[in-house]
């Protein structure tokens, strides 16, 4: 455990917030920071209604009121960085703003204080390089909302020192995340490079008129997502043929292999995207997405606590 117990979140949108509850809620005091007074001025806010959604589903015992009160909100990034060991960057997805952004912490921090990007694919050697202490930048991403889902993807850049990833990981673990370490450099890491493959194949079925847009979510939301909440692409075949994952390559390894698509796909077409859109707003206008996203956080907790509850996670 560490004895410093001061960490920076520094952007404090969708995910940052999310971070910042992650860690107040495994003791840390955390010092939020975001650029936009309106970002700051709901953070608290938004974090008092999720912890009352994780009281409800059972997974705080703390006293609420203690966690919040471990959050404070600076109105600078050299004051949110005072006396921490970890800094958690979550600022928007482009190579000039997380190259800004480290460049401006790498000035403020002391020497060996750890920065975890919340980058989604951007890889750090493409912001960290000028940074003295680039030693300790890795990106460590999460999946929306944080203090739901735990994973996190840990990736060095080339420069990274492997204690720093070992710091970091050690921190995920202890905060309730699941690190999962990435052994080098790849675009979209793991978990968006999977996705990647899922979401293309579903619009290219979209646009060829193959089944419904609501028909491909059931898909997944009946379907695939109910193993997938709780073991993965290998263990599923494993278990899905008698003889296990070589029976079950030896039996259905030509069939997948007739269905990659040559050449690869083109960037989502715009008018297959417009005609997504509009079903979508058809079903869930602009104005209702937060409502959503809050009915999905509930959701997301009740089934966090089944599966602790199960010993499906720690
Ligand atoms: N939304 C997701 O599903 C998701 C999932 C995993 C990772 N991420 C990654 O997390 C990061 C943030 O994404 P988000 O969805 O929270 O976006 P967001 O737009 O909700 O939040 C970004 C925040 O960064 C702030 N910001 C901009 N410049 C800043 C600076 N110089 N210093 C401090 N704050 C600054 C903005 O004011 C904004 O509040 C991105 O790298 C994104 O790819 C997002």
Redesign the pocket.
């Given at each position: 455990m560490n004895k410093n117990r001061s960490i920076a979140v520094?952007?404090?949108?969708?995910?940052?917030?999310?971070w910042a509850l992650v860690f107040a809620r495994a003791g840390y005091s955390v010092r939020a920071?975001?650029?936009?007074e309106t970002?700051r001025a709901g953070i608290l806010t938004w974090a008092r209604d999720s912890l009352n959604d994780l009281v409800q589903a059972g997974l705080v015992d703390d006293d609420q009121l203690a966690i919040l009160a471990r959050i404070s909100v600076h109105e600078t990034?050299a004051e949110a960085v005072e006396g921490v060991f970890y800094v958690q960057?979550?600022?928007?997805?482009t190579v000039e703003?997380?190259t800004?952004?480290s460049l401006?912490l790498d000035t403020a921090i002391g020497e060996g204080v750890l920065v975890g990007?919340?980058?989604?694919?951007?890889p750090a050697s493409q912001f960290t390089e000028a940074c003295k202490n680039r030693a300790c930048f890795a990106i460590v991403?999460?999946?929306?909302?944080?203090h739901l889902v735990p994973v996190v993807e840990i990736v060095p850049a080339p420069w990274t020192e492997p204690s720093a990833v070992d710091r970091i990981a050690a921190l995920m673990e202890e905060v309730g995340q699941v690190p999962v370490r990435l052994t080098q450099e790849i675009n979209g890491f793991v978990l968006n490079r999977l996705q990647g493959v899922l979401l293309n194949e579903a619009w290219a079925l979209y646009e060829d008129g193959i089944a419904s847009l609501a028909d491909i979510d059931a898909t997944i939301a009946h379907g695939l997502g109910l193993r997938w909440s709780f073991m993965g692409p290998f263990e599923t075949i494993d278990l899905n043929a008698p003889g296990g994952i070589e029976d079950y390559a030896a039996r259905l390894r030509d069939l997948y292999a007739s269905m990659v698509r040559t050449p690869p796909p083109e960037p989502w077409p715009d008018a297959v995207i417009s005609r997504a859109a509009e079903e979508r707003r058809a079903e869930l206008p602009l104005a209702d997405l937060s409502d959503r996203r809050a009915w999905r956080d509930a959701r997301l907790s009740r089934l966090v606590a089944f599966k602790k509850n199960q010993g499906l996670m720690g």
């Open positions: 520094v952007g404090a949108g969708l995910v940052g917030s999310g920071y975001d650029p936009s970002v990034l960057e979550s600022v928007f997805e703003a997380k800004a952004v401006e990007s919340s980058s989604s694919g951007i991403h999460p999946v929306n909302p944080p």
